[in-house]
Each structure stands twice: as C-alpha cells, then as structure tokens.
C-alpha cells in the first residue's frame, strides 16, 4: 500500500519560496509517477506537477510552469516541489499521489496547507 506524507507548508508573503516535501513508503516507487496536486477553498482538487520516479521526466500544469520545480530523491523515497515567486493564487492544500501507468492516483496523504499573502 502506498503511504504518502506531506511536509513543508505554511504561511508566506507574495514572492517568497518553499519547498515542499513527500516522504513515500510501502512499495517500490521505480515505475511509478509521482504527482503534486492542490485545492484551493471552494475548488476543485487540481494537476500541479508530476515527475517519474525512475527517468525523472517532468511536466507541469501551465499556471506553475518556470516557478515551481518537482524533483526525487531515491535514497530517501522522497518527492520535492521547489515553490518560487509564490502568488496568492497559489494559496492551497497541497498533496503528493502516486500512480503506475493506466492506475488511478493513491496514497494521498493530509496534504500540507499553503498560504501566500499578498
């Protein structure tokens, strides 16, 4: 069973970083994609970024692309987002999933609250 726990949130002015992290346990993660995903009050949940675990192959939603930065590292079975010039649109829960090709995303975990002030 995929365990999924993110850390890192909290409360930021507009323009600051944070970095994000997911610790993953209970599976080999080699062929799996790991994603970031948030939801904002009143919204629905919503595609952040994703990274496979072995290539390292990237993608981004639109809204986040050349600010946030989605990175693993293998020896900690940890997923990273990297989060910079934060705007107060960014103000969301955000959570960490995991899927293998033709699966549906799992593990999600709490999620990990942030918020950008402007």
């Known amino acids: 069973q995929v365990q999924l726990v993110e850390s890192g949130g909290g409360l930021v002015q507009a323009g600051d970083s944070l970095r994000l992290s997911c610790a993953a346990s209970g599976r080999t993660f080699s062929s799996y994609t790991m994603g970031w995903f948030r939801q904002a009050p009143g919204k629905e949940r919503e595609f952040v970024a994703t990274?496979?675990?072995?290539?390292?192959?990237?993608s981004y939603a639109g809204s986040v692309k050349g600010r946030f930065t989605i990175s693993r590292e293998h020896a900690k079975n940890a997923v990273y987002l990297q989060m910079n010039s934060l705007r107060p649109e960014d103000t969301a829960v955000y959570y960490c999933?995991?899927?293998?090709?033709?699966?549906?995303?799992?593990?999600w975990g709490q999620g990990t609250q942030v918020t950008v002030s402007s």
């Open positions: 999933a995991a899927r293998l090709d033709g699966t549906s995303w799992s593990g």
């Open positions: 990274i496979t675990w072995s290539g390292g192959t990237t």
